[in-house]
């Protein structure tokens, strides 16, 4: 089994920032990629960010438009994302993702991000 712990989501005004970290319990050489997915309130879930654990290859949800950034420390086994610019319409659950260089997926309990107007 994997677990993913999240952390750094909560309330922030229109136009701040955030970080959110995931770390997992998996050990970095079985880890394929690590992401981040969101799902707002009566809406599906959504692709945020993900990146490729040795490459460092990025793939980003349109939505993002260069605010948000994703980064990977093999040495923590941490996933993490700076949010900057954040909008109302960014308010959602975040979860965190890993795929194992088997092709399986696990996901965190997701962390609240609110942004007020």
């Known amino acids: 089994q994997v677990q993913l712990v999240e952390s750094g989501g909560g309330l922030v005004q229109a136009g701040g920032s955030l970080r959110l970290s995931c770390v997992a319990s998996?050990?970095?050489?079985?880890?394929?990629?690590m992401g981040w997915y969101r799902q707002a309130p009566g809406k599906q879930r959504e692709l945020v960010a993900t990146?490729?654990?040795?490459?460092?290859?990025?793939n980003y949800g349109d939505f993002v438009k260069g605010r948000f950034t994703i980064s990977f420390d093999n040495a923590k086994n941490t996933v993490y994302l700076q949010m900057n610019s954040l909008k109302p319409e960014d308010t959602a659950i975040y979860y965190c993702?890993?795929?194992?260089?088997?092709?399986?997926?696990?996901w965190g309990q997701g962390t609240q991000v609110t942004v007020s107007s």
């Open positions: 993702s890993l795929k194992t260089i088997w092709g399986r997926d696990f």
């Open positions: 998996r050990s970095p050489l079985s880890i394929n990629a």
């Open positions: 990146i490729v654990s040795s490459s460092g290859r990025t």
